[in-house]
């Protein structure tokens, strides 16, 4: 950790009035994580559904099913995590040590389950937590919404990143978690206290920090329960923001989006996936590099611009952060005519650009329906050749390949031989996990390749060659950007995308 052992004003010797124990008349019942336009009402206290309550609930009680479910499988599936470690800016990613990076099992209800062989200090590659652990161990992990415990989080105190439930097959095993923090701190952390909120059945304790860094607050496990980092500061204070982009499915010719503009907060990332998963409506996520390259700060105003002009409401917001609301407060955007469209977030005190988006409609075409409509025009190209033999076929198949597929009249290409090796060689120890998970292939693919190749790079390229054989004129960099997306290390995603601009 890169800064002091203790916070301004705090001691780890003894519990100040801070670390008070916090008793709750009752923790909230959990509900559902609901949204509405920015300029609504957005009290934490308004009232939802229960499928929140209903969720949480499930992954909870489905803890040891889940895993013994997991346990008889060899590898597990894909699901739709919403926990992602977004990337830090240059100062954190400077000051952040180098840690051994583990990708966990997921399992059913959004638990995480990790091996440690030996002991020693280990990162979780997809929410950023950091475990010290003494000896082996199991740890098993899901990460919480804060909305839940909004009371028991008390002035002057304010959430610092996201909430883990996080427990372990052996209590002394477990030497420290040091936590993601959504803050940047550049050169003003001395003016900042860091604690942890330590909760425990129907009430909570602040709880000091051992340290902190750019990036993660350290903790001395004391006992296992939900635990998240709180901050006190006596400056403002200055968030890595991100922005999400949803659409509307719909059969009308206009478009509307949603817009959310969030702390790098993976509880809250989480709590708008959520919201938009329980909507009256239907929408698919747009897969846009999310993070803003300006800091977000608590009071400031931004605007959201649309090139060419659309109907935006509100079109100015005022920025906090939303962690402890129940309601998640979004920017609408609505288009009559689909064509291409630009979207800013500006900041209005120094009219820079925060954030912005080029969006084009190959951007809303569901991967699923792209598959079926090349399913389908399979069909029916044997329909009108009938007579076309095998090998012509193949030979089809093959230039489909080399000169990829046309969608909406603009050429994509599939990835050559030679980007599929610069992105192999980009996979670390984890590439038969995340091929299985994100790519679907099976384990019989990597054990064949296995038998006849020896060399690890050419082991995964030769996999990846199978995957892009596999969807035909779909092999393309933005197909695998989607499908590795949430699993693949920034430098991956980075290559993707720079493949993806080349064609």
């Not at 605007?303 to 939303?322: K, N, Y």
Request: hydrophobic share 30%; with cysteine.
């Amino acid at each position: 950790m890169s800064r002091r052992g203790q916070e301004p004003g705090s001691g780890a010797e003894s519990l100040s009035s801070d670390e008070k124990e916090i008793v709750a008349d009752g923790v909230r019942e959990e509900s559902s994580t609901e949204e509405h336009p920015a300029g609504e009402d957005n009290s934490e206290h308004s009232s939802s559904s229960t499928s929140e309550e209903e969720s949480d609930g499930e992954e909870s009680d489905g803890r040891r099913s889940d895993e013994e479910r997991e346990e008889k499988k060899s590898l597990p599936c894909c699901n739709d995590s919403e926990a992602n470690c977004l990337p830090l800016c240059e100062h954190c990613r400077n000051e952040n040590g180098q840690k051994e990076q583990v990708t966990p099992r997921r399992l059913a209800g959004g638990q995480y389950i990790m091996h440690l062989d030996t002991e020693g200090t280990y990162q979780c590659s997809l929410t950023g937590l950091i475990f010290e652990v003494m000896k082996a161990v199991k740890i098993r992990y899901s990460l919480l919404s804060w909305s839940k415990y909004a009371n028991l989080v008390e002035k002057p105190w304010i959430v610092g990143g996201p909430l883990f439930d996080v427990r372990c097959d052996s209590a002394t095993a477990l030497a420290s978690i040091q936590f993601p923090h959504s803050l940047c701190l550049g050169d003003h952390g001395a003016g900042m206290a860091f604690k942890v909120l330590h909760i425990k059945g129907g009430g909570a304790a602040i709880e000091p920090s051992a340290d902190y860094s750019a990036s993660h607050v350290k903790w001395l496990v004391s006992s296992l329960s939900p635990v998240g980092p709180l901050i006190q500061s006596q400056e403002p204070v200055q968030y890595h923001g991100a922005v999400i982009l949803y659409k509307v499915v719909d059969e009308q010719p206009s478009l509307s989006f949603r817009v959310y503009v969030a702390t790098n907060n993976d509880s809250f990332i989480k709590d708008i996936s959520r919201a938009v998963k329980h909507s009256n409506k239907k929408f698919i996520k747009i897969d846009k590099p999310p993070v803003c390259q300006k800091l977000l700060q608590k009071g400031k105003r931004y605007r959201l611009v649309c090139e060419p002009e659309a109907e935006v409401t509100p079109e100015e917001i005022e920025f906090v952060d939303g962690s402890l609301l129940k309601l998640k407060s979004y920017i609408e955007v609505y288009l009559e005519k689909p064509d291409d469209f630009t979207l800013s977030l500006i900041e209005l005190e120094s009219d820079a650009t925060v954030w912005k988006a080029k969006l084009r409609e190959s951007d809303w075409i569901h991967y699923d329906q792209n598959k079926n409509e090349q399913k389908r025009s399979a069909v029916s190209v044997k329909k009108r050749k009938p007579a076309l033999s095998i090998l012509e076929e193949d030979a089809l198949c093959s230039k489909k390949q080399r000169t990829g597929n046309k969608a909406g009249g603009i050429e994509t290409r599939n990835l050559t031989d030679q980007q599929l090796m610069v992105i192999a060689k980009l996979f670390g120890r984890q590439w038969r996990e995340i091929a299985i998970e994100c790519l679907q292939m099976e384990m019989k693919d990597i054990e064949q390749i296995q038998a006849t190749e020896e060399e690890v790079n050419m082991q995964k390229f030769l996999l990846l060659s199978k995957w892009r054989d596999r969807e035909q004129g779909n092999g393309t960099a933005e197909a695998l950007y989607k499908s590795l997306h949430e699993k693949a290390s920034y430098e991956i995603l980075q290559a993707l995308q720079g493949f993806s601009a080349q064609c």
